[in-house]
């Protein structure tokens, strides 16, 4: 109940902080617009690629799973590298500059500090000292996030693949092959679910560092450590608030693609819109979650040092 409670205190918490500020607005619309040119251009590739990535998947009669990599043509393989590097260089250098200006006036209206003029902000924000540290966690949590996703993936092609020998719909009823299948799924359903639940409090870690180096003097592995120190009280909280973050972005997509956004740019676009408006929220939400982390945990510390000099009085 309390991690409810806490959930929904970090949500609309977030959701007020935009109303503080008109400054925030403005300044989440300006530095939100190459990412949005971007990601129009990114997700029109990507929502073609996965149409054909459903192409190839679907097998004519006679072809076994295993013949699937044999099929690719290097059409697609070219394309499949081609988002790899979009996806590692130019959303990831937009996305870090937003997550700056995102966090930064965050940070300024949840303390209750007077907006300061855009162009004082932008100085303030923009100068060497303030990008170095996040630059340089921001490239520690792209290594590791990319990894997490890579593992995610690799369990679901390999369900893919592999419950492909099943599918046999004139013999699947039969009971030895029916338990296989069931068993099989089981298994690969359990590792899958494991994986996300660690891949989501990673995440929580992940963000909440790139806040910890924005906001305050530390980067890379130390910014990880005390983010895993400051979150370990709220890992229920911070799993939560990341998977609804994630079934967004997934359910968005999955939901494109199903109606066939790929082929009307009006659709592109609204779905880009939608994630730009989600991935500012979403780092505002890690904001206010990091602050109360940290909040919590200070506190929690003079209260152990008050005991100590109790004990020592004593």
């Not at 890379?220 to 009280?233: K, T």
Request: with cysteine.
């Amino acid at each position: 109940m309390m991690k409810q409670v806490e959930f929904f205190h970090i949500v609309t918490g977030a959701l007020v902080i935009p109303y503080r500020s008109i400054n925030f607005i403005i300044s989440s619309f300006v530095t939100s617009l190459p990412l949005f040119s971007f990601l129009i251009f990114y997700e029109m590739i990507m929502q073609r690629t996965l149409v054909e990535a459903s192409e190839i998947l679907v097998l004519p009669p006679g072809y076994s799973m295993w013949d699937l990599p044999s099929r690719k043509t290097t059409d697609f393989a070219l394309k499949l590298v081609m988002l790899g590097v979009l996806h590692l260089g130019a959303f990831h250098l937009l996305e870090f500059f937003n997550v700056i200006v995102t966090v930064n006036l965050a940070s300024k209206l949840r303390e209750g500090e007077s907006s300061m003029a855009l162009k004082e902000m932008a100085y303030e924000i923009f100068n060497e000292a303030r990008l170095k540290d996040p630059l340089i966690t921001y490239v520690y949590v792209l290594f590791l996030s990319t990894c997490g996703l890579l593992g995610l993936l690799w369990l679901m092609i390999n369900y893919y693949i592999i419950s492909g020998s099943f599918w046999d719909y004139e013999h699947l009823f039969e009971k030895q092959r029916f338990l296989s299948y069931v068993l099989f799924t089981v298994i690969f359903g359990a590792a899958f679910i494991s994986v996300l639940i660690k891949y989501l409090d990673w995440c929580v870690v992940w963000n909440t560092s790139i806040v910890f180096s924005i906001l305050e003097e530390s980067y890379g592995a130390e910014a990880l450590m005390i983010s895993f120190y400051f979150s370990r009280g709220s890992k229920q909280c911070g799993r939560l608030l990341m998977l609804v973050f994630f079934i967004w972005g997934v359910g968005l997509r999955l939901t494109c693609l199903l109606t066939g956004c790929s082929e009307r740019r009006s659709g592109i676009i609204a779905q880009v819109l939608l994630l730009c408006n989600v991935n500012v929220l979403k780092w505002v939400v890690c904001t206010v979650y990091f602050q109360n982390c940290k909040k919590r945990t200070l506190e929690k510390i003079d209260e152990q040092m008050g005991l100590e000099d109790k004990n020592v009085n004593v």
